[in-house]
């Protein structure tokens, strides 16, 4: 999208301690690469800002880095490990913790240090509680069966997957060889979840947000050439799981991609289309108060192209618009001409995905409510957003 955001994004390495799996993190967390003195840590590293407390097993994602060119050869040990920025960590030493941030000082050539101390609470992971789904196979226990792709090229039929899941559902990986092709038309069958085995009719617990991938694979004969059909699926993570908040606007750090999100509960985000948009919401702080992200954690929120103006009243308010994203830094609102219930039967996630906008927002997009682009009466009309 716009490469017009501020190229500072760019140039400022950025440090942050994302955390993962714990519910409730502190505020100061947002302060992701910001220029701030922190006791004992010296001015030429940007170094995390890290809870004083987490829990065994909780994930780290350390991001650590020079502040601008003031320093060089910046590294980091965790406990006497060497740890690189951006590397996630899983916390399974209990009690004291320490991670010790290194670099040599531009100026004069000196070594520089700091250092970090955290305590690790508990000596075993918790026992994972499922979350439920309706519809489709998450949570479900009576699944359909049905073929993903066509039969006579792979001889599977496997358990249908819906495009996203919540963190914590289970999914049913069921498969056998379609009759097709014969009584033994497949043979030596496996699926594999994110390259990890899966028996026949499992039932996984999903643990990994964002992108999953399931793959059945066969062999068309005996020693043949394995085959594969693929599925690809989203798992959605509350942004508590990354150490963020609901109404954080977030970017990448170290990314060719300068565009700015704001994410919600649900682990989905939505794009500001260009810097004026944006600048319609001095209520979130402007380029101040966006949290610099890994690519990775910018990716595990789906990004939702659906609106509603919530400045308006009455049955204005209740009107669902989708965005195309027609150009740089331009787009087209369209009105989703759908029932709530219906929208929700074509995607048990829909309300989940509106975000609201604002009347100056609603009106740059429609010239004053007067220019809107054709109805669509279905979501299967509507194109996902994918950044280019």
Known sequence: MSHKYFFVFLTVVVISAVVFIKPTREAVLRLYG??????????????????????????????????????????????????????????????????????????????????????????????????????????????????????????????????????????????????????????????????????????????????????????????????????????????SYFGLREGDTVAAFGSTDPDIYIVNDHGYKRLFLNPVIFGFYGHLGGFKQVVRVADQTRDDFVTSVFFRNCEVEGEENKRMYALEVTGEDLGTLHLIKLEETKAIQEDRHFLKKIFCINNNEFNWYTNGGKQFGEEYTSLEQISKYERR
């Open 34 to 239: 910001s220029f701030v003195t922190v006791a004992g840590i010296p001015d030429e590293l940007i170094v995390p800002i890290l809870l004083n407390e987490y829990s065994y097993g909780d994930q780290v994602t350390i991001n650590y880095g020079p502040r601008g060119i003031l320093a060089t050869n910046v590294r980091a040990t965790l406990n006497g490990i060497s740890v690189a920025s951006g590397e996630r960590v899983t916390l399974t030493k209990s009690g004291q913790n320490e991670i010790i941030f290194f670099g040599i000082r531009v100026s004069d050539g000196q070594t520089i240090n700091a250092t970090q101390t955290f305590q690790v609470i508990g000596d075993s992971l918790p026992t994972p509680t499922p979350a439920t789904s309706s519809g489709g196979i998450g949570g479900s226990t009576d699944n359909k069966e049905e073929p993903l792709d066509d039969e006579s090229k792979f001889g599977i039929i496997a358990s249908v997957t819906e495009d996203e899941y919540n963190l914590g559902d289970r999914i049913t990986v069921g498969y056998k060889p379609s009759r097709r092709l014969g009584f033994f038309s497949t043979f030596d069958l496996e699926a594999r979840l994110n390259n990890n085995l899966m028996s026949n009719n499992g039932r996984p617990i999903l643990t990994k947000p964002g992108r999953n991938i399931l793959v059945y694979s066969g062999r068309k004969t005996l020693g043949g050439e394995r085959v594969n059909l693929e599925h690809v699926f989203h798992v959605l993570a509350s942004p």
